[in-house]
T-cell receptor, first 117, second 113 residues
């Protein structure tokens, strides 16, 4: 069964800590994404990557960085965690557009619920 | 990407068909309609997608109007486990290479016994 695996389901960190959220996919997908989800705000894109070592900012990149050294792994880094980064973080992967007939949907991980205290 | 409009919430009786509408009046000719659902505290799950024709899989059916300005996701026999937030999303080649999807607020479907 194809999967996107996020390393932690629940995480509690202190303000100011550097936090790493890891995501691994086994589908050989080119594209990977990090979203955060907050009540009333829906899913918001933080960063995405369309190739190894490539990254692009999403809608809310401030306070975050990412790393993609290998195709299957995409890491989200909170340089100095703050309480307003308490959220559910979702990783996803997909294939790039290659013409009609394909399935370019996302496969999501189960999410990491991060609490910053 | 085209924007989508969905009702905020819907109820459905267990065992009955759930019909979830989505309006995407600005959809382009080469944009697909995707449906996802998110059960509480889990990651969104792909359900189905289509371009012009109606589609069916083991989870649901997707009916797209002839002008493609709206679609309906049909869960033929809803169960309590189908209670979730359902997202309708449009995606096409413009966003294709980067694959960025824009999620709206979705429809919260409550299946009741």
């Amino acid at each position: 069964d194809v999967k996107v695996t996020q390393s932690s389901r629940y995480l509690v960190k202190r303000t100011g800590e550097k936090v790493f959220l890891e995501c691994v996919q086994d589908m050989d997908h080119e594209n990977m994404f990090w979203y955060r989800q907050d009540p009333g705000l829906g899913l918001r894109l933080i960063y995405f990557s369309y190739d190894v070592k490539m990254k692009e900012k999403g809608d809310i990149p401030e306070g975050y960085s990412v790393s993609r050294e290998k195709k299957e792994r995409f890491s989200l880094i909170l340089e100095s965690a703050s309480t307003n980064q308490t959220s559910m973080y979702l990783c996803a992967s997909s294939q790039p557009w290659e013409g009609e007939g394909g399935n370019y949907g996302y496969t999501f991980g189960s999410g990491t619920r991060l609490t910053v205290v | 990407d085209a924007k989508t409009t969905q009702p905020t919430s819907m109820d459905c009786a267990e065992g009955r068909a759930a019909n979830l509408p989505c309006n995407h009046s600005t959809i382009s000719g080469n944009e697909y309609v995707y449906w996802y659902r998110q059960i509480h505290s889990q990651g969104p799950q792909y359900i189905i997608h289509g371009l012009k024709n109606n589609e069916t899989n083991e989870m649901a059916s997707l009916i797209i109007t002839e002008d493609r300005k709206s679609s309906t996701l049909i869960l033929p026999h809803a169960t309590l486990r189908d209670t979730a937030v359902y997202y309708c999303i449009v995606r096409g080649p413009i966003s294709g290479n980067t694959g960025k999807l824009i999620f709206g607020q979705g429809t919260t479907l409550q299946v009741k016994p």
